[in-house]
């Protein structure tokens, strides 16, 4: 069982002992990403979280490289569309200093304008690297043709926008958006009393503020494509999806995992294992706050390209007119209820859903509570979800390689 305490400033900090561990991970959940930023700004985020990492008022970036190494831990952050989190995992004995280290670079970073210029370049790099990575640039584009506004933008920002940034810019921007109500701090594993009230002392001087808002967006049916001189075509198509507090996610999560989430998936067995017509192919559900998506990539030579899109169009189809099969509703079950079983052995599994669960559904989801909502999924409700979201008429497309016109890719998917 995990406990609460919410702080005069809104910061929620929640704790959860595990019994016969001798590690502890915490994190500092931050409710927001790169979907609060206004345009002008775009990247903001991501590169915040960078530049956290370089100083402090009483640090150096090597001092809290060193700091890590000593104590044998690990520490990281990531950004997302929704939220940043900065995490670690060290020995119990060493709990408070790694929680004064993540309070230090939230509270006191100095964003010096040497610093920024040279992580600028890293970022720029960062993007390089992606635009070299072709199911990321399919996703991307895919992203930002179907989501309007700041949903759509690339997280890490574009050049142009970057190199406009400052030190006092990043810095303001930080200050209005990592504030109280915004902040979840979330431990787990073996931990004292003095390491919980230590928590609470240093987050407690974080300061008050409202959280954050965001653009509202919805799904709109879009296609995209980009040339890039490469073996595979790399295609992502996709149709609406549901918001992440919609009660028939657990269906959605069901529905992914049997048409594309696995070996054992239609997609796989069909597209590679019968007709090796691809080496890679599986369908995932991307939610937010305000909508989704649910999307099916996979990499093809010019010569499978048009026989896989086919069948990937007619499982696509058998799906939402036949409904699944008791052995597949029951494997998928399974296969759930044995992750998140599984998840209960790493304290860093358990400090994820205890900050995740609190920045996006406002509680803590309890693990045999899930467990119980997928069980209750039937194969109706699973028909219910695919009637409505494998729609053709609203199908999307993101195509990256030696491309053909996106009208062939979408007459061959809507036949």
């Known amino acids: 069982m995990h406990e609460t305490i919410t702080l005069s400033n809104g910061v929620r900090v929640l704790s959860e002992r595990i019994a016969d561990v001798r590690s502890c991970s915490l994190g500092v959940w931050v ?46 952050a990531f950004t997302t569309r929704e939220l940043t989190c900065f995490h670690g995992r060290v020995v119990d004995e060493k709990v408070s200093a790694l929680a004064e280290v993540l309070a230090d670079i939230l509270l006191r970073s100095k964003f010096a304008e040497s610093d920024v210029a040279a992580e600028r370049n890293v970022i720029l790099e960062e993007i390089g690297m992606y635009e070299d990575t072709p199911d990321d640039v399919a996703t991307e584009l895919l992203t930002a043709k179907v989501f309007h506004g700041s949903l759509g933008r690339p997280i890490l920002g574009t050049a142009g926008k970057l190199n406009r940034m400052t030190g006092a810019t990043l810095r303001k921007y930080q200050k209005s958006r990592y504030v109280g109500s915004a902040i979840v701090v979330a431990m787990c594993g073996s931990f004292s009393d003095g390491d919980l009230a230590r928590v609470c002392e240093l987050f407690g001087e974080v300061e008050a503020g409202d959280a954050p808002t965001f653009e509202p967006t919805e799904y709109t049916p879009a296609v995209a494509s980009r040339r890039k001189p490469i073996e595979q075509n790399h295609i992502v198509l996709a149709m609406p999806g549901i918001q992440v507090t919609d009660e028939r996610r657990y269906a959605l999560q069901l529905m992914s995992d049997i048409l594309g ?155």
């Open 261 to 415: 989430g696995g070996m054992s998936s239609r997609l796989f067995q069909q597209v590679r294992e019968t007709r090796g017509l691809c080496y890679s192919v599986y369908s995932y559900a991307s939610s937010y706050a305000d909508t989704g998506s649910l999307s099916i990539y996979t990499a093809l030579g010019a010569d499978t390209e048009r026989d896989a899109l086919r069948v990937i169009a007619d499982e696509v189809r058998k799906f939402r007119d036949g409904g699944v099969t008791s052995d597949e509703l029951t494997r998928s079950r399974d296969q759930v209820r044995a992750n998140l079983l599984m998840s209960l052995e790493s304290t860093s599994s358990r400090m994820n859903r205890l900050g995740r669960n609190t920045l996006t559904y406002g509680h803590v989801i309890d693990t045999e509570d899930s467990i119980a909502r997928y069980e209750a999924v039937t194969a109706d409700d699973i028909a219910a979800v695919a009637g409505e979201l494998l729609d053709f008429s609203k199908l999307s497309l993101s195509v990256v390689g030696k491309v053909r016109r996106t009208s062939e890719y979408l007459e061959i998917l809507k036949k």
């Open 31 to 76: 409710g927001t990403g790169s979907r609060h930023e206004p345009e002008r700004l775009g990247g903001a985020a991501h590169f915040i979280e960078h530049m956290l990492f370089k100083g402090t008022e009483t640090r150096s970036a090597q001092d809290l490289a060193a700091f890590m190494d000593s104590v044998g831990g690990q520490i990281n």
